[in-house]
């Protein structure tokens, strides 16, 4: 189960590569459309598109390697059952926020299916397709957050990962 979940998490992360790689094809794109005179229609949409992309598609990845920003001016005074009480109660929160997120993320996804629903720029893309990209991240997000409660609840998650270092 731990090979399948990282393998998730680390595939998102590569899609959220290529999406970075999208957003610097349509970013040059333009530049290139204005220094040789040509244009090409929706590449400001689709580099947007691209970063929303990147952006969601990593914050799973992101978050099962130590990298979101925590503050553990609290945690740090804790210890024992307290510091793992409070664990449990933050990712407790983060999963129902996390959860919501995605529900309204997937739900939104399938009302621009259901309307037909198409971006209002010249590009006319149907908003489903940039948005499955926020779902899936979402997705992400809610399973690696029941990760780590799970990890949490039966004492083998890491608290060394994402610490601030201090320099004196």
Request: aromatic share 8%; charged share 15%; with cysteine.
């Amino acid at each position: 189960m731990r090979r399948t979940l990282d393998a998730l998490y680390d595939g998102c992360a590569w899609l959220a590569a290529v999406a970075m790689i999208g957003v610097l094809v349509m970013v040059l794109l333009s530049v290139l459309g204005r220094q040789l005179a040509f244009h090409l229609p929706g590449t400001d949409a689709y580099a947007g598109y691209s970063m929303a992309a990147a952006g969601f598609l990593a914050l799973a990845h992101t978050l099962k390697r130590g990298e979101h920003i925590r503050v553990t001016l609290l945690l740090g005074k804790l210890g024992g059952r307290a510091r793992q009480g409070m664990e449990l109660w933050s990712l407790s929160v983060a999963v129902l926020l996390a959860g919501l997120f995605a529900w309204f993320s997937v739900r939104l996804v399938l009302q621009s299916i259901e309307f037909h629903d198409i971006s209002t720029g010249n590009d006319a893309t149907p908003l489903w397709i940039p948005q499955l990209a926020m779902a899936l991240g979402t997705l992400m997000l809610l399973v690696a957050l029941l990760d780590e409660w799970v990890l949490e609840a039966r004492g083998q998650r890491s608290h060394s990962q994402g610490q601030e270092t201090h320099h004196e």
